[in-house]
């Protein structure tokens, strides 16, 4: 345990609105945010979806588009006070994978938390005294839960299927190239690295534009008459 954080933590320290600077406008800027946005927004998808898997209660479009909203207006006040964007963890999949805990009111009382922890950062430093190893044990747990769970949506398809096993696969290897070669996309330009970059964007954009071309080559083949000559 390392109690040298309680030498720097305030009692009581509120956020200050635009500390970082005031707002100004760029469109280098602005695309960049565009792009690593559309990273969290398919990031907090996947992770609707398989919550909703864990929960018995599947998320529909109408759920997924309120939770988007939501980690849109999380962002924008975020950077009021010089946060970060925010977006869904696939940790907190993991914990409720792990705890069977789903009531609205456990995770409004977390936010709760969370904030009271902010205004409070000597509350803060308790926390900081949970040692590495232990959290790393839970985290192990954590994105056990979130890979069982994927495992477990996987099964539904039917992978006897070779174009559903080609999307599987390729989206899979995909997703993992930069996590086994993080330099793979070091000479792509810098806007597409914030997409490239990440195996969760990559995976699904893989998936989507595979998914999207077997399942149209599928449909056509279906609609197409059949060959009337003997040898057809």
């Known amino acids: 345990m390392d109690a040298t954080t309680f030498a720097q933590a305030p009692v009581f320290s509120a956020p200050v609105p635009f500390a970082l600077g005031a707002p100004s406008f760029s469109w280098s800027a602005t695309l960049s945010l565009c792009v690593v946005m559309l990273v ?132 899979l290897g995909v997703g993992l190239i930069p996590v086994v070669q993080p330099d793979f996309y070091a000479h792509a330009p810098a806007a597409l690295r914030a997409v490239l970059d990440s195996g969760i964007s990559t995976g699904c954009l893989a998936a989507l534009a595979l998914n999207a071309l077997f399942h149209r080559r599928a449909t056509a083949d279906h609609a197409a008459p059949p060959d009337p000559s003997p040898g057809g």
């Open 40 to 171: 969290a927004m398919l990031e907090s998808t996947a992770d609707m979806i398989a919550l909703g898997e864990i929960v018995e209660r599947p998320a529909d479009e109408r759920t997924i588009a309120a939770g988007l909203r939501a980690d849109g207006a999380g962002s924008a006040l975020s950077a009021v006070f010089g946060g970060f964007t925010c977006s869904a963890f696939a940790q907190n999949v993991g914990l409720v994978a792990m705890t069977r805990v789903r009531s609205r009111y456990v995770v409004a009382t977390g936010g709760g938390v969370l904030v009271l922890l902010g205004l409070f950062p000597v509350a803060g430093a308790v926390v900081s005294l949970v040692p590495q190893p232990v959290l790393g044990g839970a985290a192990l747990v954590l994105f056990g839960s979130v890979a069982a769970g994927g495992i477990r949506t996987l099964g539904r398809a039917d992978l006897g299927d070779p174009a559903q096993a080609l999307v599987v696969a390729g989206s």
